[in-house]
């Protein structure tokens, strides 16, 4: 049966940041087993809740499942246009040429097609097309396949696609998990990674290493892939910020939503943060710390120091906005690399310009001016140069003369949050709810198109997510939704994953990592199903570059 065309009301709600009337907020207290309704699909919808396991006294584990499979799955074509292809266009008059082509071929193609609001300068409304061929039950994937490859075959580029990610109305099903940590359990929360900050693990590894009782994955990442075009070479490097025990170890993409733990005004809170270091040299001089531990002249998530510009072309940005997933570069940097990092800095890029280490003890004593690239001894911090970074260093550093650095971590208000047990990690993004009401800051958060405005496809569409959040009553929620299996769980939209974190009762809400990062271990055992696409045949637990986790004291 065809399915309905995409309307406009369909896709304002998807992004809408209007909150919805309140949900069943003592879900995750109803030991019945058949909860209320949770705020995904069809109100008819009947949500079977499992009875709450105790993992430790104060902390609980739930899952929540509701719905049933009657999305599509279906041949996405990509769009052959002046310059090039694309698998979504704003212009029709080229998905319609596709079409009539696909017909002189003897496929039957259509195009399904959406209005979207644009989110910056103003607001309105922009159409998107794709075109597509078949339409197969849920469990009519090898179908789907099968054309793909006769589509192929005929010389087109396709894909598999299951219209439930398109993030329209859906029937599910979805499958809800949560972690409930009372603010009284004797237990401590924190962020981890792997063996160094450069590189990935999988959070079952990470949770074993920190002998977590409750592990998800934290912080997205410049993760090297066949879509990761930019890749700078080091895939577990954070993108924004990451904090450990109150050492700032990944910068702030300044302004994204953050995930705070055991920080100063509360042990769980959620807000937008900036960092800011810098250094005085012996001789007195100040300059501003552009990164920690990452490539210099390479800010995955841009929202740096204001002269980084965007690598795509789209350009300079003199506001330093951040910019989710995407990579911004800049000639003129001073990067610090602490011992966490690894054991030696980076290499130079070939477009970095005189580019130098400056190897300093723990005390920042400078022991080494040598050039860029090289061991990064125990316990020692090193500044790396490129450009007019470099030319700084060399004129201000001296060997056996310390320079003094000063870090400051601050929220939306300006206040430090730091405390001697700070951890954070700004996930995905963006932020969810905000004093209890639905508030999706996806500007802020740098998840639009910079030309178009409208939102990005990690938003409206339907994807796994790991959520965080906390409660009026000061309780840990940690939620993992499922997706990408039409037999198990479709996943969300960002505004349905809002609506859900309300329903369970957080008083302030936000997005962690997104698609196959999204894991949940608990006591060494992986509790949900991640999986890497919706054509993956099996859950695979994906290495990422940090998690939360929850320890006992």
Known sequence: MP?????????VALVSLAALPP???AAADDSSGAAQHMPLGPADLQTAAQAPQTLTPGVTYRKFVQGQASDLWSVELEIPRPGGKSWQLGNRTYADALVRDLTAQGFTGRVDSWQVPV???GGGL???????????????????????????SAGHSARTVYTAQDGFPSTGPWQVRVVTVDPTAAVAFKAVHGQDVRTTQSVRDMAAAAGALVAVNGSECDIDSPGNENFSGYDGDPEGLYVQGNSLLSEANNGRTAL???GAGGRVRVDEI???TQVTAPDGEVRQVDGINRVPGRIRGCGGTGDDRRLDGKGADPEARPWRGIMCVADDEVVVFRPEWGASTPPPRPEATGAVDVVMDGNWSVKEIRPAGGPIPAGARVMQGIGAGADWLRAHAVVGQAFKPGTGITDSRGKPVTSPTLSAVAGGGPALVRDGEVMVNTVANGMHDAVYGTPTRAVVERHPRTLAGVTAAGELLLVTIDGRDPATSVGVTVQEAAEVMKWLGAKDALSLGIGGDTTLVANGTLYNRPMDSWT???PTERKVANAVVVVKK
Do not use: C, I, Y
Request: hydrophobic letters at 35%; a positive charge.
């Open 274 to 276: 900036t960092s800011r």
């Open 23 to 25: 949900g069943a907020s």
């Open 260 to 262: 705070l733990l055991e």
């Open 536 to 538: 993956a045949n099996a």
């Open 3 to 11: 399915r309905p065309s995409r309307g406009l009301a369909a896709a």
């Open 119 to 121: 989110l910056t300068g």
């Open 126 to 152: 922009l159409s998107e097309h794709r075109v597509r061929v078949g339409q197969f039950d849920p469990n009519g994937r090898a179908d789907a396949d099968r054309l793909k490859g006769r589509l192929e």
